[in-house]
């Protein structure tokens, strides 16, 4: 079975640092490109950033002003999000998305 | 960006409705769309992808079509568990824009 856990939200003071992690499972994780894509509460879904199989190409969403990075780790089969500088306007669900496929996500609230 | 629109916003139908969603692409996106199931407090779920492939395990009741700029999802009878929002999406450039959502309740 397919399965994508994210971890590592929580609160945060505008500024600060999160590191998301989504770990998966049932599939050959370097086939993949893994995605990470957010929801505001209460709104609709932005698309963050994705990265291919072997971390060599990187797409972001431009608004993040590069405050933002992607990575993988391959041998733990598993994606990150780095976000630094963090905003109010960052609080969200954060989804890890592999082809389609959506973990539960993992909520970041940006709040003083 | 490739803006995408989904019309309604809201859409209010019975048990048994037909209902039809559309979204249209600010450019032309060929056919890389997908098409999202959301239900309160859960992760989206695919539907469609490529404007017209079924996922599995998605009921044959649901059907997407359209390609360039302009898509439908339909649902040929509405049933209990298909009250939710539906969200495309292209796939075809980056960023990878969703519509702004459909919210499917009862009349």
């Known amino acids: 079975e397919v399965q994508l856990v994210e971890s590592g939200g929580g609160l945060v003071q505008p500024g600060g640092s999160l590191r998301l992690s989504c770990a998966t499972s049932?599939?050959?994780?370097?086939?993949?490109?893994m995605t990470w894509v957010r929801q505001a509460p209460g709104k609709g879904l932005e698309w963050v950033a994705n990265i291919n199989h072997d971390g060599s190409q990187i797409n972001y969403l431009d608004s993040l002003e590069g405050r933002f990075t992607i990575s993988r780790d391959n041998a733990k089969t598993s994606v990150y999000l780095q976000m630094n500088s963090l905003r109010a306007e960052d609080t969200a669900v954060y989804f890890c998305?592999?082809?389609?496929?959506w973990g539960s996500g993992t909520l970041v609230t940006v709040s003083s | 960006d490739i803006q995408m629109t989904q019309s309604p916003s809201t859409l209010s139908a019975s048990v048994g409705d037909r209902v039809t969603i559309t979204c249209r692409a600010s450019?032309?996106?060929?056919?890389?769309l997908a098409w999202y199931q959301q239900k309160p407090g859960k992760a989206p779920k695919v539907f469609i992808y490529q404007a017209s492939t079924l996922a599995s395990g998605v009921p044959s009741r649901f059907s997407g079509s359209g390609s360039g700029t302009e898509f439908t999802l339909t649902i040929s009878s509405l049933q209990p568990d298909d009250f939710a929002t539906y969200f495309c999406?292209?796939?075809?450039?980056?960023?990878?824009?969703f519509g702004q959502g459909t919210k499917v309740d009862v009349k």
């Open positions: 998305v592999r082809q389609f496929l």
């Open positions: 999406q292209h796939y075809a450039s980056y960023p990878r824009t």
């Open positions: 049932g599939f050959i994780f370097t086939n993949y490109w």
């Open positions: 450019q032309s996106i060929s056919s890389w």
